[in-house]
């Protein structure tokens, strides 16, 4: 076998590896989305809880208090801004939140 | 999370017409939630996508593990600018992939470009043989011993090799990115391949 066929078999074998099916890191979920989601509110308000709430996915605790405020301002904010949970969930891989609905909960999930 | 595929949908390779559809209708509802900025889509979108890219990244850049995160933030962001750019005619997974690559391929043309990115303190020789590909059939072990020996390489010879095989570029693609000339590029993969193969051989 000649080395170039040698060197593109093995590419492909070791890409399709299993154990080449690497996950995420949760730290690093939570700051990926984090950073989504300040990008996004950098150029105009979010889609309000309000709404998003209505097309059927669920809030957590806080973004439930959030979204009954009668501001449309205010329920297109990003409460997870001052939450312990990003804040937490950025810096640890297993922190100890446990809200339900919670993004960053939700990303500890294995 | 994978997208779950409803009943009607379902196949067991995955790969049925009526699955890619329903998978595809799955892409286009949620993006068309990130980009009303809906910030439930914007997680689910990470949820499903970090883990694919994230994998991609960190095998075509190992062992530099020190720039994988950077570099998966930074395919997110521009994807998320170019969300409205997305066609459908590939998969969304394959879109942020393609987004990847061109992060990767950054990557392997700033190694090749640096002033030490030839280095000649490797034996220029090179035998007639190839390494025999009997390890390459139990695919798990060929993947930790590949990885184990190119974290030894010297990091010019890791990106080329990568560049060539892994990314199936042409060395004449390879020269015209990095501004060498193609015989520079086919002398460095000569050398990346001699040290691969001796290391292969010896480990």
């Known amino acids: ?110 | 999370m994978p997208p779950e595929p409803s009943p009607a949908a379902e196949s067991p390779s995955g790969t049925s017409r009526p699955y890619a559809l329903a998978l595809a209708a799955d892409e286009q509802t949620l993006i068309a939630a990130v980009l009303q900025k809906d910030r439930k889509a914007a997680a689910e979108f990470v949820d499903r996508y970090a883990d694919p890219v994230y994998g991609y990244v960190s095998r075509r850049l190992a062992p530099r593990a020190d720039l994988v995160e950077d570099v998966v933030q930074e395919v997110f962001l521009i994807a998320l600018q170019k969300l409205d750019t997305f066609t459908g005619q590939s998969s969304l997974v394959g879109w942020l992939i393609g987004i990847a690559r061109h992060k990767v391929e950054d990557f392997y043309r700033s190694q090749l470009r640096a002033p030490d990115g030839f280095p000649d303190d490797v034996a220029d020789a090179i035998s007639s043989g190839a390494p025999h590909l009997d390890d390459v059939i139990d695919a798990a072990r060929a993947h930790s011993k590949t990885r184990r020996i190119l974290e030894q390489l010297p990091v010019a010879y890791r990106a080329a090799l990568l560049w060539r095989y892994w990314e199936k570029r042409s060395s004449k693609e390879m020269a015209a990115s990095t501004g060498k000339t193609e015989k520079a590029i086919e002398r460095l993969l000569a050398r990346a391949r001699a040290s691969f193969k001796r290391l292969w051989e010896t480990s």
């Open chain 1, 1 to 110: 076998m000649d080395e170039e066929r040698f060197f593109t078999m093995l590419a492909e074998t070791t890409d399709a590896a299993p154990e080449t099916a690497e996950r995420a890191p949760s730290r690093l979920k939570s700051q990926l989305y984090s950073a989504m989601v300040t990008e996004q509110a950098a150029s105009g308000p979010l889609r309000s809880l309000r709404d998003t709430k209505a097309e059927g996915r669920p809030l957590c605790v806080f973004e439930n208090v959030v979204q009954v405020v009668p501001n449309e301002r205010i329920t297109s904010m990003n409460p997870c801004r001052i939450c312990h949970a990003r804040i937490l969930a950025e810096q640890f891989e297993s922190p100890p939140i446990y809200w339900p609905h919670c993004p960053y909960v939700h990303f500890q999930r294995r």
